[in-house]
């Protein structure tokens, strides 16, 4: 064979074998899920701070001025019924005040018994012995308010008026204070509340009613179910979120303390008979739009999608999808439009 001759077969059999390799069809193995219609729940898990509640709360003032002389309780104490809180020196012009009405009392006594003495001589009238008695009355009723806030005596006492806890001690040993100040606030040791908050974008999914699982930061075992109290429309200017308020009473409270930061897992959302798939078979093309590849017939097919919820894995999407079709949830940024499919493995 000339020289010539074998250069041309050669060339003839390197095309062939090229055009061989050209037409061989490329065959992919991928792991496959089939799209499941279920029902699914979104979940947040959001933060707050626990604190007495407010409803149940009770200020401790007096309706006199005065100087506190003891104060042998701080603030966060458990404290019994009847235990004293407080020693107040009464103010001079406070006691003066009982002092007068103490004078009245006396007076109006002495009125009332001449009234009658001259009623029973008919040298006064029914209408004037009714007035002495009214007067009587009066003083004694002004006289008996000054006693229940203690200005009967120069020092007083305040005592715990149930069990309780101080959630607030404002004052020192050795301070005036003025009428009406609060001295202390109590609040019930089983009675609390949940400041949690939720970001503006998500707040509109959560309703009063909604169930809530709250536990310390630290202890994520230890969970207490309750529901939400009020949801507030409005941004907390000092956390930036919308505020949702759950009350714990009796041993829903028993975990906590004022003051406690806490995590939740509250329900938001709801998707009845959703579309779920694994996260992984989710892809995003060049515009950021997401998309799978449905198997059908051993033959790949890109179906556009739009994911609405991403949850332990999976993904709740959206598209032109139909539950029990089969979808490539592994090596799906390697498939195309029409690429074939073999050895498929059912996830």
Excluded: C
Excluded at 124 to 132: D, E, F, G, M
Excluded at 180 to 186: F, K, P
Excluded at 307 to 318: F, S, T
């Amino acid at each position: 064979m000339r020289y010539t001759d074998l250069v041309l077969l050669l060339l003839n059999m390197l095309v062939m074998t090229t055009s061989a390799i050209a037409t061989e069809t490329v065959v992919h193995r991928v792991q496959t899920a089939v799209v499941a219609a279920q029902d699914v729940d979104e979940t947040l898990h959001i933060y707050g701070k626990v604190s007495f509640d407010d409803a149940w709360t009770q200020n401790i003032s007096l309706a006199y001025a005065g100087q506190i002389a003891r104060l042998p309780v701080l603030a966060g104490e458990p404290v019994k019924k009847e235990q004293l809180l407080a020693e107040i020196v009464v103010d001079p012009a406070a006691a003066a005040s009982y002092q007068q009405m103490a004078s009245s009392v006396r007076f109006a006594k002495s009125a009332l018994e001449r009234t009658r003495s001259l009623f029973s001589r008919q040298l006064a009238t029914r209408s004037q012995l009714a007035t002495a008695e009214k007067t009587l009355a009066d003083s004694q009723s002004s006289l008996q308010q000054l006693r229940q806030q203690g200005l009967g005596k120069s020092v007083r006492e305040i005592r715990a008026p149930f069990d309780a806890i101080v959630a607030m001690v404002p004052v020192q040993a050795g301070q005036r204070v003025s009428a009406g100040m609060t001295l202390m606030q109590l609040g019930h040791p089983d009675r609390l509340k949940v400041l949690l908050g939720v970001e503006a974008e998500d707040i509109r999914w959560i309703r009063a009613g909604n169930a809530i699982e709250i536990h310390p930061v630290m202890n994520p075992d230890l969970r207490v179910r309750a529901r939400v109290d009020k949801v507030l429309h409005a941004i907390n200017p000092q956390t930036r979120l919308a505020d949702v308020l759950v009350r714990l009473s009796g041993d829903q409270t028993m975990p906590f303390l004022p003051g406690m930061t806490v995590s939740a897992d509250i329900s938001a959302r709801q998707f009845p008979q959703a579309l779920v798939i694994p996260r992984s078979a989710v892809m995003y093309g060049d515009n950021n739009m997401a998309y799978v590849m449905r198997i059908a017939h051993d033959i790949a097919e890109q179906v556009s999608v739009q994911v609405v919820l991403e949850k332990d894995g999976h993904a709740v999407v959206q598209g032109k999808l139909l539950a029990g079709q089969v979808i490539a949830s592994t090596g799906v940024a390697e498939l195309s439009d029409g690429d074939a499919i073999s050895q498929v493995l059912a996830q």
